[in-house]
């Protein structure tokens, strides 16, 4: 049994600005991003790029939303159809970022992504008054400068404040969880992946166990989950009871159990040898992720979306090797395995790649001191460091100067998209 009297009991907060990118356009064109359907689209010249953002309005009443595709949009006046501004997105961001600031010092904010930020308030009381009414000021000091809308979850842990934000403030606002709300709030949320750190991988396997709700998961027995599925199996039985010791921005809280990279097309690719440029492109990326951090992966995934002129489909497939690694080029040769082994021949428009079961890269030492194993290791270093100092295009593989490769590209756009 978990005794919360003996777990810390902190005031974190979690601020999601709502619908950022529409909103922040809405600031632009002087728009109520409450109101106005308004849709942020990567490239208005391709009649397949995605929509990035909705706004409230665009969603409810148009079923436009994320992932949503240009020509899907409905021809209508009310309409309001952009392309980023990935610039003035991130100074909005940092402008969000300057008002936290001013109520508790740097290391007290994790900021999660450009538009969600986790602040700690414990021991702010005496100069703010209660943490739920400073974080209602906040939103306020926001939306009275930015113009920018927000929503605010709190908890006694990270994981519980992003539980409260995901799970009830985006529909009210505002949402408190203590330790009291477990078996209330948390312990019916059904289906799994609607719980933070849950995808549909993991979902499909622990249906599969007979756990279809978070109560289920917090009962099932932790021996159990741990042999199943290693340290996340404890992570994934301590957080279906709300518990999570992590310090404030820790990756184990944000889900950090994986690297991986996901890339929209923007064309088909009909030709394999072009499909396999691109997975190349995105293993240098993923594996130097992973040496950056001196960690090595075992599990390693691919995921393929087919073009929805193929009607759409696609596979997603793993394979666990023997020994981990960051090595880009044995991360290749597994996705190329997987590729040759599940490929259909139809065109591509959608690739993913992950690795997951991550070591420290100590386990793989014995092995870092074979010649060759070694050699490949102080390579890619000497070309991590010269893309750290010099930027990610600095130093690449033949493949990204060919019509398929997308790096190059990519490399001048600020969030992959146009500034």
Aim: charge should be neutral; glycine fraction near 6%.
């Amino acid at each position: 049994m978990i005794n919360y009297n003996e777990l810390p009991n902190r005031s974190i907060a979690c601020v999601d600005m709502m619908s950022f990118y529409a909103s922040c356009m809405a600031v632009i064109h002087d728009l109520d991003v409450r109101t106005v359907p308004i849709a942020v689209v990567g490239n208005l010249e391709q009649k397949g790029s995605v929509v990035l953002a909705a706004s409230p309005a665009m969603k409810k009443r148009f079923r436009v939303k994320t992932g949503t595709r240009l020509f899907e949009i409905p021809n209508h006046p009310d309409i309001q159809i952009f392309e980023p501004k990935m610039q003035f997105f991130l100074e909005m961001s940092m402008a969000v970022t300057e008002i936290l600031h001013k109520y508790v010092p740097p290391e007290a904010i994790h900021v999660y992504s450009v538009d969600e930020s986790f602040i700690d308030l414990t021991g702010t009381e005496r100069l703010w008054g209660p943490p739920e009414n400073t974080i209602k000021e906040i939103q306020k000091e926001i939306l009275d400068t930015l113009q920018l809308h927000s929503t605010a979850g709190m908890g006694p842990n990270m994981l519980m404040a992003k539980l409260a934000l995901d799970l009830e403030a985006k529909k009210t606002g505002f949402a408190k969880w203590t330790y009291a709300d477990v078996q209330t709030k948390l312990w019916t949320v059904s289906p799994l992946s609607e719980m933070w750190g849950i995808g549909r991988q993991v979902e499909k396997t622990l249906n599969n166990m007979g756990i279809f709700n978070i109560g289920q998961l917090a009962r099932y027995p932790l021996e159990l989950l741990e042999e199943k599925f290693g340290v996340m199996g404890n992570q994934l039985y301590h957080h279906a009871h709300g518990v999570d010791l992590s310090e404030l921005g820790s990756p184990v809280v944000e889900g950090q159990i994986s690297y991986g990279k996901s890339q929209i097309l923007m064309r088909d690719y009909n030709k394999i040898e072009e499909v396999k440029a691109v997975i190349l492109e995105m293993c240098e990326d993923v594996a130097k992720r992973a040496r950056d951090t001196y960690q090595a992966a075992r599990t390693i995934s691919l995921g393929i979306g087919y073009s929805k002129d193929a009607f759409g489909g696609g596979f997603q497939r793993s394979r666990t090797i023997q020994e981990a690694t960051n090595d880009t080029m044995k991360i290749y040769e597994v996705c190329l395995d997987l590729l040759k082994e599940n490929y259909n021949r139809n065109p591509v428009r959608h690739i993913s790649i992950s690795v997951t079961k991550l070591e420290d890269e100590q386990s793989m030492q014995l092995s870092l001191f074979e010649k060759d194993n070694w050699k490949n290791r102080k390579l890619a270093t000497a070309m991590d460091n010269i893309r750290n100092r010099y930027g990610s295009a600095a130093l690449l593989r033949a493949v990204s100067y060919t019509a398929a490769g997308t790096t190059v590209k990519r490399s001048k756009m600020v969030g992959g998209h146009k500034e």
